[in-house]
């Protein structure tokens, strides 16, 4: 059952969006799954207009694809293309790091820090561990936002922002593991003192590192679940 709800100052088809990408990323909606706007339609009680809106933005995002018959699919993760865009990130946000380290404001630097904080926190939490992950989840994907737009390259942006929902669906399988998320962690420390010092090269060879990470743990465990 898909939930949403409403909120009157944003667009609709943008809520709708938000309520099935979030199903999507959680494993709500089964990989391989068909999808059928007549049935989220009823099922989210409103017009197709927006949903035909969010599933446009879906396919875009690459969370649904159309398979050779031409049917709506919510997109299967395999380790082919786990490497193809883990490759594609590690070539864009090194560069990113690499010009964030020479731009990137105090207040940018501010905000890591107390990313950096946060992420501690939930670190050494152990007891909902649901709400954990989904919880580093997010400073994660902050932590990479603020670098990126850092940068000051709106092209490179763009095409980040194309990788981030797929990025995040495949982020989410290892990030359950305590130990996965200790490293992430010191990574990002890291990271953040070479953006600090200024150091364009060693951030870009730190951030180049952590992304190889993230795809080399991902690739051993999709070969284990095979």
């Known amino acids: 059952m898909i939930n949403l709800k409403i909120v009157k100052a944003k667009p609709l088809y943008m809520q709708v969006h938000g309520a099935l990408r979030q199903e999507?990323?959680?494993?709500?909606?089964?990989?391989?799954?068909?999808?059928?706007?007549?049935?989220?339609?009823?099922?989210?009680?409103?017009?197709?207009?927006?949903?035909?809106?969010?599933?446009?933005?879906?396919?875009?995002?690459?969370?649904?694809?159309?398979?050779?018959?031409?049917?709506?699919?919510?997109?299967?993760?395999?380790?082919?293309?786990?490497?193809?865009?883990?490759?594609?990130?590690?070539?864009?946000?090194?560069?990113?790091?690499?010009?964030?380290?020479?731009?990137?404001?105090?207040?940018?630097?501010?905000?890591?820090?107390?990313?950096?904080?946060?992420?501690?926190?939930?670190?050494?939490?152990?007891?909902?561990?649901?709400?954990?992950?989904?919880?580093?989840?997010?400073?994660?994907?902050?932590?990479?936002?603020i670098i990126i737009q850092a940068g000051e390259n709106k092209r490179l942006l763009d095409q980040v922002a194309q990788l981030k929902s797929l990025t995040r669906l495949y982020r989410k399988f290892n990030i359950h593991n305590h130990e996965r998320r200790a490293v992430a962690h010191s990574q990002h420390y890291n990271i953040f003192l070479a953006l600090k010092d200024r150091d364009s090269k060693k951030a870009k060879e730190l951030m180049d590192e952590h992304i190889q990470y993230d795809m080399e743990s991902l690739l051993n465990l999709f070969l284990r679940i095979k």
């Open 24 to 145: 999507i990323i959680n494993g709500k909606l089964n990989y391989g799954e068909r999808i059928n706007e007549v049935k989220i339609s009823q099922t989210l009680e409103v017009s197709r207009g927006p949903v035909r809106e969010s599933i446009s933005k879906l396919e875009q995002e690459g969370l649904l694809v159309r398979d050779e018959k031409n049917v709506l699919r919510v997109y299967t993760p395999n380790a082919d293309d786990l490497k193809n865009i883990y490759e594609c990130r590690r070539a864009l946000e090194s560069l990113a790091a690499e010009k964030a380290a020479e731009s990137i404001s105090d207040q940018g630097l501010a905000d890591l820090e107390q990313l950096m904080v946060k992420s501690s926190k939930v670190l050494d939490e152990k007891d909902d561990l649901e709400k954990s992950t989904t919880q580093f989840l997010e400073l994660n994907s902050e932590f990479h936002h």
